[in-house]
């Protein structure tokens, strides 16, 4: 058995971290390998930081692409041999005409909903046009969907499996900027990165908008480092890049800014 509370010390996501560890023991216990449902970036961040503090357990971590944020996360024994091909994955395409009654990520995920199907069961929802959208779900739930799924908002679609190669994944729209800073503390940072007053993002890392690598952060002095993910709710996110020293001893920060 795992040092169940000693590992959840400290930890946001209690609930479910802990059904994360209990497969995690039948894992152990089976020596097969278990897979979590679907779980969001603050949970999966959680996840890797703790898994990195056990030897007997691995895990892999996979959503159908590489840029998804919604994953399942693959657990077994150090001993078996683990990659992202043994997390059980299925893509559907819902087509139907949304030119005069354009549907976004919410209606699709609440049809989803509206057929029966909780929201640990669906990974990530694309939209990449007036056409419709493709959604990844448990392959359990795929042929249900199939037959069940006819209407988002007043749009008749058809629901339709295909495969993951077949997902339509647009790059994300990047902007690449340097600023020049005093400290690298997480208020000077976001703030030019997302080209907002420093009192603002200040106001914001103090209202829990604000994440670092999707780990809630309230401190605007908190320092940051490249490779951090910094984002902020309603604007998107941003990467911190190379960082080097000035002459002045001050710091030269590239950004990559998603939007």
């Known amino acids: 058995m795992l040092p169940r509370e000693k590992l959840l010390k400290g930890i946001k996501n209690r609930e479910a971290i802990t059904r994360i560890l209990e497969q995690a023991e039948i894992a152990l216990k089976t020596w097969e390998i278990v897979v979590s449902d679907f779980l969001c970036p603050p949970v999966i961040a959680e996840v890797q930081e703790l898994f990195q503090r056990l030897t007997e357990v691995e895990i892999v971590v996979w959503g159908g692409y590489p840029q998804a944020e919604r994953q399942r996360v693959g657990i077994a024994r150090s001993e078996i041999s683990l990659d992202i091909s043994e997390i059980p994955l299925a893509a559907l395409c819902i087509a139907g005409n949304f030119l005069f009654d354009p549907a976004n990520h919410q209606d699709f995920l609440g049809a989803i909903s509206g057929a029966g199907i909780v929201r640990e069961q669906v990974g990530d929802i694309l939209v990449p046009g007036e056409r419709g959208a493709q959604v990844i779900v448990v392959p359990e739930q795929a042929k249900f969907l199939e037959t069940s799924l006819v209407q988002v908002r007043s749009v008749p ?16 729209k990047t902007k690449k900027m340097t600023t020049v800073e005093a400290s690298m503390r997480l208020d000077a940072i ?70």
Request: hydrophobic letters at 35%; aromatic letters at 4%.
């Open 190 to 259: 976001a703030s030019a990165g997302f080209g907002m007053s420093r009192s603002k993002m200040a106001n914001s890392i103090n209202s829990g908008d604000v994440r670092v690598n999707w780990k809630d952060i309230t401190q605007a002095s908190h320092i940051v480092e490249s490779g951090d993910l910094i984002t902020v709710r309603g604007k998107g996110r941003l990467e911190v890049g190379e960082v080097a020293i000035t002459k002045k001893q001050r710091y030269r920060i590239q950004i990559t800014r998603f939007k």
């Open 157 to 172: 679609v058809k629901t339709k499996l295909i495969t993951l190669s077949e997902l339509k994944i647009h790059p994300p």
